[in-house]
């Protein structure tokens, strides 16, 4: 349901980041200050996730204006799991626009578990939201392409394109989750049912299954954070890959539904758009600021990263970049004259 203002001109009013070296200072200490923290477990649902080295943990952050900070494993490969979500979504609200896309998918939180049917089942079919699985299947069927062969292809260009870089598959994540994957393929059948996939549904999951495991690192997420907010540009590579409606539209459904369940919790501690993925990815996004990109394999409950989160809050807090946070108005020294006579005088 659109409010009938898309005519009216978005103004955009952000801040910005300390200096280059404040920065620096902040992240290798974000780094230091979790890195011996071994709480949480790594996912073993999916086989091969279960044998990710734990001590993993890299940092890194990307300023709208280029400028890329990194600290520890920063660039250690993952597959990019459920973040790949928030990229595709952002690409087919591109190709289709935003009445569209919000006909096929909502954008409210289910308060259930990523992977719920019983989500599905209650709201006659419509997937709430693009982060949950049922909603990220109905997103992926709505990628452009003539074949399922280039719809993988346009997801895999159009990721890299977020990232600066060409992105691969991780063919070994793909068999494994492959093989393992008969709750999605049972999510993707019951919404072939309610009319809400109208494509081959078991493509649908095996493009769906490929985007997760592509490879990326903590720079490249936060890379591609930046991209989203630098109003669709890379601020990398200059190139522009979605609109800046697209970036807000994107950032909102974050703000909202990108940490799960836990995404009102998140929201309320951090103020960030924020997606996670189980392999030990995060990344948060601040508008027209930059982005964080984290990787630390071992999860808490939810299945977001332990080390990830808390570095997160940390570099929201002493970087300034919470949505909600602000100051007490201070007055200017000098009055400014007011066109009325002194009654004193």
Known sequence: MGLGVDDVEQEVATGSLPGWDRVEEHVRAAH???????DGAVADYIPVLA???RSLFGVCVAESGGAVHAVGDADVEFSVQSISKAFVYAL???AYGHEDVLER????STGLAFNSVMAVELHDGHPRNPMVNAGAL?????VPGASFAEKWENVRTGLSRFAGRSLELDGVVYRSESATNMRNKAIARLLESYGRIEVDPLEVVDV??????????ARDLAVMGATLADGGVNPVTGERVVSAQVCRDTLAVLASTGMYERSGEWLFE???PAKSGVAGGIVAVAPGKGAIGTYSPPLDPAGNSVRGQRATAYLSRTLGLNLFASSPHVPETTARPTGRKDPTS
């Not at 769906?208 to 690192?217: I, N």
């Open 32 to 38: 230091e200050r979790y890195r011996g923290n071994d």
């Open 51 to 53: 044998e990710a080295d």
């Open 92 to 94: 087919v609200c591109e």
């Open 105 to 108: 998918v909502g954008v409210d």
């Open 138 to 142: 109905a997103t992926t069927a709505l």
């Open 208 to 217: 769906y299954t490929k985007q997760c495991a592509l490879r990326v690192s």
């Open 270 to 272: 951090i103020g960030l």
